[in-house]
């Protein structure tokens, strides 16, 4: 797998329709700093962790909203 630039992940989410700021800095440093790996295993498809990050920043947030109203 070629590791992507944040630019192509910006553009990847942007198209998936996941506009928040700094996400894709913070999914290019989280893995750079895993050297592209996820678990024991290297990561084999970029677009597939970046669609795994949009669904669980999703839940995270809704989790986050919820905590907040308690």
Same mark, same amino acid.
């Given at each position: &797998?070629?590791?992507? !630039?944040? !630019?192509?992940?910006?553009?990847?989410?942007?198209?998936?329709?996941?506009?928040?700021?700094?996400?894709?800095?913070?999914?290019?440093? /989280?893995?750079?700093?895993?050297? #592209?790996? @996820?678990?024991?295993?290297? &990561?084999?498809? #970029?677009?597939?962790?970046? +669609?795994? #990050? @949009? +669904?669980?920043?999703?839940?995270?947030?809704?989790? /986050?909203?919820?905590?907040? +109203?308690?």
């Amino acid at each position: &797998m070629k590791k992507p !630039e944040v !630019e192509e992940i910006e553009e990847y989410m942007f198209e998936k329709g996941f506009n928040i700021p700094d996400q894709a800095e913070t999914f290019f440093d /989280h893995f750079e700093s895993k050297g #592209w790996m @996820i678990g024991k295993s290297k &990561m084999k498809c #970029w677009k597939a962790a970046t +669609r795994n #990050w @949009i +669904r669980n920043a999703k839940k995270w947030s809704k989790t /986050h909203e919820a905590s907040q +109203r308690s």
